[in-house]
């Protein structure tokens, strides 16, 4: 089974990982005749117009995206139908999401009172007297 290792795995290969040329079937080659898993749910997405006929396996499927996939001659599959078709991963490639789009991650960084730091403090509450008195507005004793 393919690992999708643009989502933030490790790969220590130096080599090029994707062709130089700007030509958008020269990339689709790679990914032609394989199987992509989600595991997670697939939505549907208005920005993309025309739809290639694609095998995608997934945990949930919404309506919108299955009628859209299934219209272009395309295969929504769940897990049990991938196992039965490719038993060891055969042609397929697991897509996973950006490591940095966790909500934790928000926290990370030089400290939230440092300036030009955008980093989200821990605080107990979100109301008008938490890290949002002093230094912020005017009325309490000063604003930056």
């Known amino acids: ?3 999708d290792l643009v989502a933030g795995g490790k790969s220590k290969k130096t080599k090029r990982t994707a062709p130089k040329s700007d030509d958008i079937y020269l990339k689709l ?6 199987i992509a898993v989600v595991v997670g749910t697939v939505t ?16 949930r499927f919404t309506e919108t995206v299955r009628a859209r996939i299934e219209k272009a001659g395309g295969e929504c599959l769940t897990f049990d139908q991938l196992a039965l078709r490719a038993p060891l991963g055969q042609n397929t490639i697991l897509l996973r999401g950006p490591k ?9 960084g030089p400290a939230p009172g440092v300036p030009h730091s955008h980093t989200k403090p821990y605080v107990r509450s979100k109301g008008r ?16």
Do not use: C, Q, W
């Open 100 to 108: 940095n789009a966790r909500e934790a991650v928000k926290h990370f």
């Open 29 to 34: 080659l790679v990914k032609e005749d394989k």
């Open 1 to 3: 089974m393919g690992i």
């Open 44 to 59: 549907d997405d208005i920005r993309v117009y025309d739809v290639p006929a694609l095998k995608v396996t997934a945990l």
């Open 129 to 144: 007297k938490f890290e949002r008195a002093r230094g912020r507005r005017n009325s309490r004793g000063f604003r930056v």
